[in-house]
């Protein structure tokens, strides 16, 4: 079994437009139409003898071409020997009369003879080839369609991108499924795919990209016009309306027949429906299941420290994770807290306008009315906490110019006490040198509600892309299927089943409850796993389901208001670095609520939440 991990890195989220420029980039067949499924590519744009490019493209086929393709006198030339060995043939070669042999059992028996424009097919001769076999390059080349089709091979020419198809019309469709793995780390799932191969009667190309790639790889792949026929959309809202009809299908009528996927359909997060279209099919997701802050349990226990419950508590065991040298190294080296901007708001940092605010986001729906936290009172608190600490060296100093890989390290080598991240990374971060436990309950103080982490956004949805060729229905039944034996626990009924397979259920079929079936959490000690499950349990009793506005980021995300938003960000890093005092900040929100430009937004905004009620 294989297991590769993604290496980290500090690449920036690839916008739409960067993703459309690489096209240029890309030869015009590849940009055109995607390479067809489950295909072994014979080659991309080399120049036959007479001129003209030709591809050939070998569908579920095990055939691997020592030479590219030639095209003369319209037939497409390929190596005998490479396709007649990929298709499962043993090879006689007959150096005196210059002749090729191919045999197989209970299939056709092929003779081709060099410079003869003729070919035996199991003892009947066909006279009056285009091109006669020939040899250059110390290969013997043959005629793809003749060997193809006497095989019972279909073969497929498309003149305009100039490229030859090759498939089985007896195999088994292929469907070509694109989504997040998670917890990073790829796995060979072949128990998973056998089982869904043999109950949907279809193969699966499955494409799997960790977290810190996955934007990037979707929007080139988008922009390339080659999408998966099944692709997750990690962020449903990235898209404006326009753009994601413009390449996924409407499903609407297709999820009459399956009530499960109806059902998501309609109740996101995560639901795509323009103009009552429905685009797409949100993948079940804990709702709690996001970023928190988590901190060092074993600096807490040589400390003498409790966990901390409001912003004051933790702002003084934050102070002594800074100035007692919580790691027992004699040097004065550790910092409480750690983070970085990861180009929303304040980045893993904004929990802290959350503990204040009340609010996972910067707006929220009340009475029908969207409220922009940013410009509140509690926000100005929020302000205010993170200019003492930032002030008293609590804070990582290189918080806004850090990288989400150098945050990383800083943990991973006991140099910050806290952070913000979701309960798979507290849990793989625990170790022999370091335990981390999500903070139980977290409020601004003893007066205040305490707050817990929200998945706003959903955890991702699926699209059906219009560049698929199977049937919609196909791929929904698919679909559904996973969703059902997920929702029934029929996956360790599997012979053989492993935590790899269950992780690889987990980022396909979404996981509804973290602490099931989490290979990080139950590979913590009984203790430590327990202290897990009480945070869970407390972070249970919150829901932000009917205030949060998720559709907002298809508004951010075409581009609009950028500027305005993007001023505000920087006024705050100016406010809590010190370049600019709360009385600033007080006096910028006033400006800032005050003009045009903002009131359009709110209008804007009130528009999507009017629709997600009507």
Known sequence: MSRNRFRKTTKTVMSAALAAALLTAIPYPAAAESIPTGSSKLNDQIHSPDGTAVNVYFQDLPVAMSLPPRLIKGTVMVPGKSLLEGLGYKIEWQAKERKLVAVQENKPTFVFQENLAQAEVSGTWLKGLPVAPFIDKQTFWIPLRLVAAASGLRVEWNAQQRY?????????????????????????????????????????????????????????????????????????????????????????????????????????????????????????????????????????????????????????????????????????????????????????????????????????????????????????????????????????????????????????????????????????????????????????????????????????????????????????????????????????????????????????????????????IEHLSDNIRDEYKAAVTEWRKISYAATTLPEAGSLWNSGKYAELNNKMEQFKLKVIMGAASVEDWKAFVKEYTASTEYKAMLADLNKLAAQRTN
Do not use: C
């Open 164 to 520: 030859a198809r090759v498939s089985d019309p007896l195999a088994l469709p292929r469907l070509s499924v694109m989504t997040k793995i998670d917890n990073g780390v790829i796995e060979q799932t072949d128990r998973l795919f056998n089982d869904l191969k043999q109950a949907t009667k279809m193969n699966v190309d499955f494409v799997q990209v960790g977290p810190e790639h996955y934007r990037q790889k979707m929007m080139v792949m988008i922009a390339a016009g080659e999408p998966t026929s099944l692709m997750l959309l990690d962020d449903p809202y990235i898209f404006q309306n326009e753009l994601i009809a413009s390449f996924s299908n409407d499903l609407t009528s297709q999820l009459e027949a399956f009530p499960r996927l109806k059902a998501l359909a309609q109740s996101g997060p995560g639901s795509r429906v323009v103009d009552d279209k429905i685009l797409g099919v949100p993948r079940p997701g804990d709702p709690h299941n996001a970023a928190f802050p988590a901190i060092r349990k074993d600096w807490l226990d040589k400390l003498g420290l409790a966990q901390p419950q409001t912003m004051e508590e933790l702002f003084l065991t934050l102070k002594k994770f800074t100035e007692l040298d919580p790691d027992g190294n004699g040097k004065h080296d550790t910092v409480g807290l750690t983070g970085y901007l990861d180009g929303t708001g304040l980045g893993t940092l904004s929990w802290i306008e959350h503990a204040y605010t009340g609010s996972p986001d910067r707006f929220s729906v009340k009475g029908g009315i969207v409220v922009d936290h940013a410009v509140s009172d509690e926000e100005t608190l929020a302000l205010q906490w993170l200019v003492r600490a930032y002030k008293e060296g609590l804070i990582d100093k290189e918080f806004p110019v850090m990288s989400g890989e150098q945050s990383n390290e800083r943990l991973r080598g006991s140099i910050a006490g806290l952070a913000s991240m979701t309960i798979s990374q507290a849990a793989g971060l625990t170790g022999e040198n370091a335990v981390w436990l999500p903070l139980r309950s977290l409020r601004a103080s003893s007066a205040s509600s305490p707050i817990a982490p929200w998945a706003t956004q959903g955890n991702g949805t699926y699209i059906v892309s219009k560049t698929s060729k199977l049937e919609i229905k196909r791929i929904l039944a698919w679909l559904d299927y996973g969703l059902e034996k997920t929702e029934n626990g029929g996956w360790e009924a599997v012979e053989g089943w492993q935590q790899s397979d269950q992780e690889a259920v987990n980022s396909l079929f979404g996981q509804t409850d973290m602490l099931k079936n989490n290979g990080r």
